[in-house]
């Protein structure tokens, strides 16, 4: 019978148990107890004023990692965790092979308002507000990894195929939402907005045993990038029919364009029940998106713009010391105001928005993993993050409203054999809202307010193979 059973049959067992984890200083729970639960309730004292998710990346890929909130840069729970947060853990991966589909589904609603005679004197005669949800759909997100340990080898390989990052909104024109009503002279919007970006990462790696309790890892990546709006507000409207009133073209003729970088990190097992995690991600550096779009009568216009992914810096650790339970803790740093098409807002003298004017993000998340029983583990993680988004820079997000706060995460997996495990979660990010004026090249125009609230949830389903 194992320990954890007794002592569930046994509930004064329970009551030793706990009182030998603080004074018996050889039990590694000791220090779980000293240190983790500090450093828990003081986090959770912070979750008032933080604020969760990465920005445009996720957070964790497949059912597994996605499970305990991403924390695997010091727990490798799975080949989808460790490649996109650590390519050193997959030294302590059995041979396997894991497959994951995410369906995310957002929700996002915009509303805008402009007072009478903000824009000139008695124009617009009466205040003019309105409120509008996108039509965004789902968006399937399906992730590939396998690892090969070699029995006796101090080394390990493997490659990842991720879908990593995305956003989209597909909001429709409207005849009372200020922001979706037609351009001048019909309305004083642009009408209405679609947005579609997805970042898909190939990553072989390889990771080296250097000691018994310490590894590396590297993974040059391969990226592979698709970005569609409508109205292309990140190019210079024209005026060819020469009525007096610019348009935005279209930027939606365009293809995934390829992107390069790499990862290194590293991987450290103590005697004491503590791992220790620590990875960077160089910027992801992708050729222009190129556009075959057209000007207001027709005639072929070509467009060019360029977006990065930003630098990511992984710190992680996790504690095994309990008995079936795993428990991780993971702060991330992610480099937004250095990221080409991330850096800048405002306009450019040609009247094309310069950029979306991202901050820095800063993220914390913990996961824990309870093996319930032979077959069944279960899991559970919580995120928050920075908010990237300034309201003052609502406007130029109408597009990408990726300023989600808190995410809850909850999953399991059942081993069906041996050999094969099948995978559920769930996951929830809670609504936030950004706001602030409508902007111009001119500055803010008084009177006015645009307002983007978004929420997700996602459902998750795996497979892993071990072999």
Known sequence: MSESTRLTQNPGRITSAIKDIFTNPNRCGRWAFRVLLPAAFAVAGTTSEAQAQFGSTLNGTGPVARSMAGTTTAAPVDTLGAFQWNPATITALPSSTDFGL???MPHSTVSSTVNAGSLAPGFPAATLTGSTDSESGIFPLPNFGIVHNPEGAN???????????????????????????????AGIGVGPIYTQYQLVQVMPTIAL??????????????????????????????????????????MNHGSFQWGAGFQVGAFYKTDYCWQFG??????????????????????????????????????????????????????????????????????????????????????VSTGVQYQATDFAALRMGYSFNTNPINDADSFYNVGSPLSLQHGAYAGTTWSVTDNFKVSLTYSHFFENTISGPIQTAGGPIPGTNLTSSTSADSILVGATVLF
Do not use: C, M
């Open 278 to 363: 620590a990875a960077l991600r160089s910027p992801q550096w992708f050729s222009d998106f190129e556009y075959n779009s057209s000007d207001q009568i027709g005639n072929p216009r070509t467009i060019d713009y360029g977006l990065d992914a930003p630098l990511t810096v992984s710190l992680g650790t996790a504690y095994t010391g309990f008995d079936r339970l795993l428990i991780a803790v993971d702060g991330k740093f992610l480099n937004y105001s250095d990221t080409r098409g991330y850096e800048t807002a405002g306009f450019s003298p040609t009247g094309a928005v310069n950029g979306l004017g991202w901050d820095d993000v800063f993220a």
């Open 209 to 250: 045993h250097l000691t018994d309790d310490f590894s590396v890892g590297f993974s040059p990546i391969v990226n592979l990038a698709s970005l569609s709006i409508d109205p292309g507000i990140l190019a210079a409207p024209d005026n060819a029919n020469g009525n007096g009133f610019p348009t935005y073209p279209s």
């Open 102 to 104: 995410e369906i995310l």
């Open 155 to 185: 080394y390990s390989y493997g490659v990842g195929v991720l879908s990593v990052g995305g956003f989209g909104v597909n909001y429709p024109g409207s005849a009372s939402n200020p922001v979706l009503t037609p351009p001048l002279p």
